[in-house]
């Protein structure tokens, strides 16, 4: 792998992480607030909307994803630390997707359903709507600390190793703590509002090292070039002599 490959890649991972994290705020901006009650036709209409925002939180989430392959092939270290945030990453980003599923697509359906039923109905339509809720704010927080625990490790691998400036790294292990802790002693609840910091908090470490990844040059050489290019030094080297 030739060095303009490699600042080539660089690059390509760099806009996807700054593609993905302004999808991701602007999904926060465009998603639909609940309400007590609603018509069919503003059923109707919340469905659209909520299908079109949590569509393009997936589209996200794959840009995120990809990008996130890119930094972790860049910040390779034999600590492995890199790796470990990029199959946490993974893990963060199954989960994100399946709640992304059920609030878009399965909770507007089901109350499609309820608008459609009889009056009577309606609190048991919502004990199923509160159920299903719960299982998007489960997935919701499973992301939300999973994705904050990968931050965590590629600012550590960073600190250690480089492949990011240091202010990005301090940035990234101050925010993911403060996020992980706020969810888990529950003052961070992640309703619209709260998931709308998460993702701000997140989404600014990432702009930040896809903006890296972007300038940066290509440094040192590659796997595949490096045993090679050691090796025909040696021989130099041997023949001189």
């Known amino acids: ?11 390509e991972s760099g806009i996807a992480l700054i593609a993905g994290s ?29 299908g079109t925002a949590h569509s393009l939180a997936m ?3 794959l840009l995120l994803f990809l990008g996130a392959c890119g930094l972790a092939r860049r910040m390779a270290a034999a600590d492995q630390i890199s790796f470990a945030a990029i199959v946490t990453y993974g893990f963060a980003c199954v989960a994100i997707m399946i709640a992304a599923a059920v609030s878009g697509f399965i909770v507007p359906g089901i109350m499609k359903h309820m608008v459609r039923d009889v009056p009577d109905a309606a609190h048991q339509w919502q004990i199923v709507i509160d159920g299903i809720f719960q299982i998007n704010q489960a997935f919701a927080r499973i992301y939300s600390v999973a994705a904050s625990i990968a931050i965590v490790l590629w600012s550590l691998s960073a600190l250690r190793n480089g492949g990011i400036g240091h202010g990005v790294a301090i940035y990234g292990c101050v925010v993911a703590p403060v996020i992980i802790v706020g969810i888990g002693i529950g003052h961070l609840r992640l309703d619209i509002h709260g998931m709308a910091v998460v993702m701000l908090g997140q989404a600014v470490w990432f702009i930040l090292v896809g903006s890296q990844l972007c300038s940066r040059p290509a440094s040192g050489v590659s796997l595949q070039s490096g045993p090679r290019h050691l090796c025909g030094q040696s021989k130099n080297r041997g023949s001189s002599t």
Not at 1 to 11: E, L
Not at 28 to 43: D, F, K, N, R, Y
């Open 1 to 11: 792998m030739s060095r303009v490959s490699i600042m080539m890649d660089d690059r």
């Open 59 to 61: 589209v996200s989430v």
């Open 22 to 50: 302004l999808g991701g705020i602007l999904t926060m901006a465009i998603h639909p607030t609940g309400a007590a009650s609603l018509t069919a036709e503003q059923v109707g209409h919340l469905s659209v909307i909520s």
